[in-house]
């Protein structure tokens, strides 16, 4: 009977953070829905007449340039992380801000930046 009542439990803990998961989806969906309406003249009223296919259209243009926008976060944050540590003198080999030959924890500055801080990088 215990274990049912802690499988309840666990379940409903989980069903609660999928709810929070989904409300800070749809806050976050609707933020962006009113910057849309700020930011493009017209907006709402072309949503009112639009068919479903113009939305599907729209949904895909925003969804593709959300993503090419993270993607090219990620690119920029990669090269200026390695040129910053490149600039540090224990730095050995330097980075190839282009490359992923040298990443990881496969180089040792890398490495110490990665590990967490329960260990100690020098001594694994």
Same mark, same amino acid.
């Given at each position: 009977?215990?274990?049912?009542?802690?499988?309840?439990?666990? +379940?409903?803990?989980?069903?609660?953070?999928?709810?929070?998961?989904?409300?800070?989806?749809?806050?976050?969906? /609707?933020?962006? /829905?009113?910057? $849309? $309406?700020?930011?493009?003249? =017209?907006?709402?009223?072309?949503?009112?007449?639009?068919? =479903?296919?113009? !939305?599907?259209? /729209? /949904?895909?243009? $925003?969804?593709?340039?959300? +993503?090419?926008?993270?993607? *090219?976060?990620?690119?920029?944050?990669?090269?200026?992380?390695?040129?910053?540590?490149?600039?540090? #003198?224990?730095?050995? #080999?330097?980075? !190839?801000?282009?490359?992923?030959?040298?990443?990881?924890?496969?180089?040792?500055?890398?490495?110490? $930046?990665?590990? #967490?801080?329960?260990?100690?990088? *020098? *001594?694994?």
């Amino acid at each position: 009977m215990e274990d049912d009542d802690s499988d309840d439990e666990a +379940n409903q803990a989980q069903t609660k953070e999928e709810a929070a998961e989904i409300q800070c989806n749809c806050d976050r969906t /609707y933020g962006a /829905y009113k910057e $849309l $309406l700020k930011t493009i003249p =017209g907006f709402q009223e072309k949503l009112k007449i639009a068919g =479903g296919e113009v !939305l599907t259209t /729209y /949904y895909s243009i $925003l969804t593709k340039g959300a +993503n090419d926008a993270r993607s *090219d976060d990620i690119s920029i944050l990669k090269r200026s992380i390695a040129v910053w540590l490149n600039k540090l #003198p224990e730095t050995k #080999p330097h980075f !190839l801000p282009d490359s992923c030959s040298n990443c990881g924890i496969q180089h040792n500055m890398a490495g110490k $930046l990665l590990c #967490p801080i329960e260990f100690e990088w *020098d *001594d694994l």
